[in-house]
Structure formats: structure tokens, C-alpha cells
């Protein structure tokens, strides 16, 4: 059974600052790996999706990669801004045929100014 | 099309009583989706449809939970006899088979039974 697991649960973090998140998971049969940002009491925006192909993706100040062979993706966040405070919740597909997404619990990101 | 629309947006009901959710997806996606979040927790998949066709449910979807989707469009669940762990967001998303784009979310429903 695929498990994903995300560390750290909690982060606070200076503006400016770059910072990791981790995200690790125990079947590395996976299809494709998603980022998703999730604000208090709100639905989920993707941030960032990986193919089981691919190493990593990039969009603005937002890098993920993936390295199957250990079971780990990493969200880089570069120069956080106070804007930036949320939950980052990565999951994972291990079929095509569904695209049934396995999350983690998430890392709660507060970027104080 | 502006994106997935769920509705309501919260509920609040009595122990015992029905309720059923409503789920719009992007038209062009043949897939939908049910997810369960609990505070603190990620999603839990709960039940998917590609087209009119429910072709997997979770075992969290208990025989008091239902969902449709008649025409292949919008979905609605319905759960019987709410419980107060029932209360949860509930989650609606879609996408199109046999690409690379991932999911659409919608802004979910918070469910509170009191």
C-alpha cells in the first residue's frame, strides 16, 4: 500500500528566505508525482506536476524534483514571500488508470515578514 | 468554464439527517472525483468516475455514502444518516483521461454535523 509522507509537518520561515519541503513515499512504481498549495479552509491549486519520466519541473520560484529510486520529491521555494503562507500537500499516482491520488498530510508554511 | 464549482460551499446539519453535495467539473474532463479531508490531513480518495461510469469507491465510502454522475457531467454525494464524523471538507476534482495536466480542484464543501 502506497504511503506519502511529508516532513516538516510545520515551518516558519523569515521572508527571503529559500526553503525545502520533503516529501517521501514507499512505492516508487509511481506514475506521476503533484505539488498542490491548499490556503485555510479552501480547495486545492496544483502547483506543479511530474511525470515518472522526469527528474524535475520549475515554475516561477517553485522547483520540484523527483528521484524515484529513493522514494523522495523535494518543493524548493526560492526568495518565500509572506504571500507564500500555506499548506503544501504533495501526493502521487501509482496508476494510469485511475490517477487516484495518494496525499501526505502536509507541510504548514508560515512566512512572517 | 471557470474551473470546478462545488456547491454548497458549507453545510451544517443534524445528526441523522441527508444531505447531498453538488460537483460541476471542467466540460471538457471526463474524470471526477471524491476526496475527504479531515483537519490536519491530506485528501483521502473516496470514489471516481470516468464518464457516467463510477469505476472505483474506497472502502471510506460506506453504505451511507452514494454518488452519481447521470449524464457524465456534473456529480452529486449524497450521504444518509449523517454521523458527526462525517464532518469533513469534501472535495470534487477532475480531469482528463490520457493526459499529462493533472488535476482541477474545486473550493470543496465544508460539512459540519452537529
Known amino acids: 500500500k502506497q504511503e506519502v509522507t511529508q516532513i516538516p509537518a510545520a515551518l516558519s520561515v523569515p521572508e527571503g528566505e529559500n526553503l525545502v519541503l520533503n516529501c517521501s513515499f514507499t512505492d516508487s512504481a509511481i506514475y506521476n508525482l503533484q505539488w498542490f498549495r491548499q490556503d485555510p479552509g479552501k480547495g486545492l491549486t496544483s502547483l506543479l506536476l511530474i511525470q515518472s519520466s522526469q527528474r524535475e519541473q520549475t515554475s516561477g520560484r517553485l522547483n520540484a524534483s523527483l528521484d524515484k529510486s529513493s522514494g523522495r520529491s523535494t518543493l524548493y521555494i526560492a526568495a518565500s514571500q509572506p504571500g507564500d503562507s500555506a499548506t503544501y500537500l504533495c501526493a502521487d499516482t501509482t496508476s494510469h488508470n485511475t490517477d487516484k491520488l495518494i496525499f501526505g498530510t502536509g507541510t504548514r508554511l508560515q512566512v512572517f515578514p | 468554464d471557470t474551473g470546478v464549482s462545488q456547491d454548497p460551499r458549507h453545510k451544517i446539519t443534524k445528526r441523522g439527517q441527508n444531505v447531498t453535495f453538488r460537483c460541476d467539473p471542467i466540460?471538457?474532463?471526463?474524470?471526477l472525483y471524491w476526496y475527504r479531508q479531515t483537519l490536519g490531513q491530506g485528501p483521502e480518495f473516496l470514489t471516481y468516475f470516468q464518464n457516467e461510469a463510477q469505476l472505483e469507491k474506497s472502502r471510506l465510502l460506506s453504505d451511507r455514502f452514494s454518488a452519481e454522475r447521470p449524464k457524465g457531467s456534473f456529480s452529486t454525494l449524497e450521504i444518509q444518516r449523517t454521523e458527526q464524523g462525517d464532518s469533513a471538507m469534501y472535495l470534487c476534482a477532475s480531469s482528463f483521461a490520457g493526459t499529462n495536466y493533472g488535476y482541477t480542484f474545486g473550493s470543496g464543501t465544508r460539512l459540519t454535523v452537529v
Open positions: 466540460s471538457e474532463h471526463n474524470r
